[in-house]
């Protein structure tokens, strides 16, 4: 059986909501979007749609060379799934991007978290629920919560996620800029 590797980027972009949810959580890292390549090239959450507009959310296709995100301080971690995991995963963002107009972001969602009430609004995820959502049927992961209650902590906390690293978004591009010119200078 063929192993994939998906990554789970967690970042703290110092966004209002950021710092609010930072606050409730008191934990780092309160963003969270998945991706399918070390180069974080294929990135996924729910989050802003526009940088500058906090109340325009909905499934977005993330770039870390955005100045929003770039500098933010990161967590990248990563781990390995089945080829027919890997593929049921893609699969759903797919559907979701596919799709991706009648999307919201769950801000209402994220009270049902602070309360700890079950606000499950169809075709609204906030960034941990949408994660939580398309890895929910891993066989690996046992998740303590429902998507609806998970934050990007539970995340992180995960049996079998392995830390790949901790910094900035800028500082791990140009980490991964100066491996590929060694790699390419040894040749």
């Known amino acids: 059986m063929c192993e994939r590797t998906v ?8 966004s209002y909501l950021s710092r609010a949810i930072n606050l409730y959580t008191k934990k780092p890292l309160n963003h969270v979007s998945i991706g399918f390549d070390e180069e974080l090239t294929e990135l996924y959450s729910f989050g802003r749609k526009q940088p500058n507009n906090p109340f325009i959310g909905g499934f977005v296709k993330e770039d870390i060379k955005n100045p929003f995100m770039r500098y933010s301080p990161c967590a990248i971690y990563c781990f390995q799934v089945s080829d027919e995991e890997y593929f049921s995963i893609k699969k759903h963002i797919r559907d979701i991007e596919n799709q991706q107009s009648i999307y919201r972001y769950n801000f209402i969602g994220l009270f049902g978290v602070m309360f700890h009430i079950r606000i499950n609004r169809k075709s609204a995820y906030f960034c941990s ?7 929910q049927h891993i066989s690996s992961f046992k998740f303590q919560k429902p998507p609806y209650f998970t934050t990007p902590s539970d995340l992180r906390e995960l049996q079998g996620i392995e830390l790949l690293y901790e910094g900035t978004l800028d ?8 491996i590929e010119k060694q790699s390419l200078s040894i040749l």
């Open 171 to 178: 500082d791990y591009c140009g980490l991964k800029k100066n």
């Open 7 to 14: 990554y789970l980027l967690f970042t703290d972009t110092g």
């Open 129 to 135: 629920q949408f994660v939580a959502t398309v890895l």
